[in-house]
Structures are given as C-alpha cells and as structure tokens.
C-alpha cells in the first residue's frame, strides 16, 4: 500500500533541499525519522514535517503500523516564485526572486 503526504509553498529553493531528499530513498521510516532529526539543516526540518504526516496519515486513516513501511521517494517540485524590486541608482531596479517548493513524501509497505 502506498501511503503519501505533501507539503507545498514550502519557503526554500528546490535546489536545497535536493541534496538531502536523495539520501532517504529506499530508508525504513524508523531510519529515515533519526536521518532528518539528527540533520541541522532546514531542509531536514522540512523533510520531518512532511514524513511525520505521512506515518500519521498511514496510523490514522489507514489503520496501519508505521514501523512496516519504508521511504519510496521523495519528490522535491517547484513552486511559484514571489518577486519583489530592489531599487538601485539612477532610477533602476533589480528584481529579487523568493524561491518556493513542494515537498512529496510516499511510503510504502514492505
């Protein structure tokens, strides 16, 4: 069975968080819990957030035990971008542009 969970308009550039979302691929969801815990990064907090309502969408609406299921994928999507201007001199401005992401999680039985 096939179990998922999405954050979206998370506040971090996809190429962030990329990296780390790689390294729980195939992990066991007990694993996977300690990897993004014991990581100080903000991706991982993230990443936790997501996971932790997706092991509560399998115990609560599916009846299942989390302890059975592993980490499928995670899937790191990008959102819209919120643009602001940034004035420089003799009248000109230069746009700044706040990257958004949304995060995936699917689990899986074993």
Known sequence: ???TSVSKYVRI????????????KGVPVAKALAMTKFSNTKAAALI???LKSAI???ENNQKLSAE?????????????RTRHYWSRSKGMVRPIYKQTSHIRVSLVND
């Open 1 to 3: 069975m096939k179990i």
């Open 13 to 24: 550039s996809p190429s962030k968080v990329f990296s780390f979302a790689r390294l729980l």
């Open 48 to 50: 936790d957030k997501t």
């Open 56 to 58: 509560a969408n399998a």
């Open 68 to 80: 059975d299921f592993r980490v499928e994928n995670v899937i790191i999507e990008r959102g819209p």
